[in-house]
């Protein structure tokens, strides 16, 4: 994947976070917006023309009802899939504009031009909801300003207008007040950026831990499973065979005449035998718990759970023909042309063997047996 495509899904993904956030908040949000909404027409019945306080509270249900039938559709999206991000971000934007906007109007239609106590209620409600916006709204840039100043410019201009002292004053604090809130929402927008970059880097640290665990465990030249990866899986299925009264079978295996493949061919040719000898090895497991291992040089490993010597023993055989099949050319060897490979089994169903350690001494005892009975063949320990 290109860095570019990476970064662009990594935006994708936060944005799909952020506007998750957004949405998940919006219930509470217009329920709060309409109870304040009837206590503010409650509050101020009998002093503002009732059909203007009815327009308004009509409107402000309608605004709140599009936002909510809006919401249902965000929640079925991953059914549908159609909407793309930033389609849902401009929609849920143009909502809280439209918001913003309603309760900008109740600061121009119902500002009581003669009673100071109502003009203060209907700021400190206009100032209640641009505060109880912020969390709601600042997760997504420039959103929460769509809210703040179109709600609280009109009752600020009203005081102006009205030109005493104590209005300017107001007008003063609720331009402070606004201001204030626009700087809080931008903060808040700040924590929410550095919360979701720390959250990549957790997500990235975890993701080159788990790769850094796997690294360790394998053979960096053959790419198989290396000695720490082989003796954590022979303890492991050891305790599960002890557990479930189960047999478990280990076979060691050795590369003939190695050493004189390396001499007569060069380091290089020897790594590549390798390799292929190790790929041979590991196609020819076909269970998902058997584990063959390069432990040391030209020595490999291989941890059979639920086998016994004579199934361990097939296996066996099998690899040597699957290695033997690759006819690499080995004129160093006095086995024969072609590299060829010795086995050692060894199985709990056979022999007497306590612990782990046992069983791989007995099966490198009878990889030395096929060693002594003339290389490329198969012995399995006795009891």
């Not at 327009?55 to 965000?74: D, M, Q």
């Not at 979701?196 to 880097?201: S, V």
Request: aromatic letters at 8%; glycine letters at 8%; one cysteine or more.
């Amino acid at each position: 994947m290109k860095a570019s495509d990476a970064r662009s899904l990594r935006d994708s993904s936060s944005l799909d976070a952020r506007l998750e956030h957004c949405y998940r908040q919006l219930p509470i949000a217009l329920a709060v917006t309409l109870v304040n909404g009837a206590i503010l027409v409650a509050a101020l019945w009998g002093a503002v023309d009732p059909a203007t306080m009815l327009g308004w509270i009509v409107l402000l249900l309608a605004v709140s009802s599009v936002r909510y039938v809006n919401l249902k559709a965000f929640r079925r999206r991953t059914a549908t899939g159609t909407i793309s991000l930033a389609r849902w971000r401009r929609s849920f934007a143009i909502g809280v504009l439209a918001g913003g906007v309603v309760w900008g109007l109740s600061g121009a239609l119902l500002f009581h031009p003669d009673s100071f106590p109502h003009q203060v209620f209907l700021a400190f409600v206009l100032g209640g909801m641009m505060a109880g916006a912020i969390p709601v709204l600042s997760a997504l840039e420039r959103v929460y300003p769509l809210f703040a100043i179109p709600a609280i410019v009109p009752i600020t201009v009203q005081m102006l207008l009205v030109g005493d002292r104590i209005h300017l004053v107001m007008a003063l604090l609720l331009a402070i007040f606004g201001v204030g809130m626009l700087a809080s929402s931008a903060q808040v927008q700040r924590v929410f950026r550095e919360s979701e970059l720390l959250r990549r880097e957790l997500s990235s640290s975890r993701e080159i831990s788990h790769e850094l665990e796997r690294l360790v465990r394998l053979d960096t030249l053959t790419g198989i499973a290396n000695r720490r990866l082989f003796e954590e899986e022979l303890w492991k299925e050891w305790r599960r065979a002890e557990r479930d009264r189960g047999v478990l079978a280990v076979i060691s295996a050795d590369i003939d005449h190695f050493k004189e493949y390396n001499d007569r061919y060069g380091h290089p040719a020897g790594d590549r035998c390798l390799i292929k000898v190790a790929q041979a090895m590991e196609q020819a497991l076909f269970r998902p718990g058997d584990v063959v291992a390069r432990i040391g040089g030209e020595e490999f490993a291989f941890v059979l759970p639920g086998t016994g010597a004579d199934g361990a023993r097939a296996v066996a055989e099998q690899v040597r023909e699957r290695v033997a099949a690759l006819k690499l050319p080995h004129e160093a060897s006095n086995v024969g042309p072609m590299v060829t490979v010795s086995f050692g089994v060894a199985a709990t169903d056979r022999g007497r063997v306590t612990t782990p350690t046992d069983l791989v001494r007995a099966s490198d005892a009878a990889l030395y047996e096929a060693k002594r009975l003339g290389r490329n063949r198969v012995e399995v320990a006795r009891g």
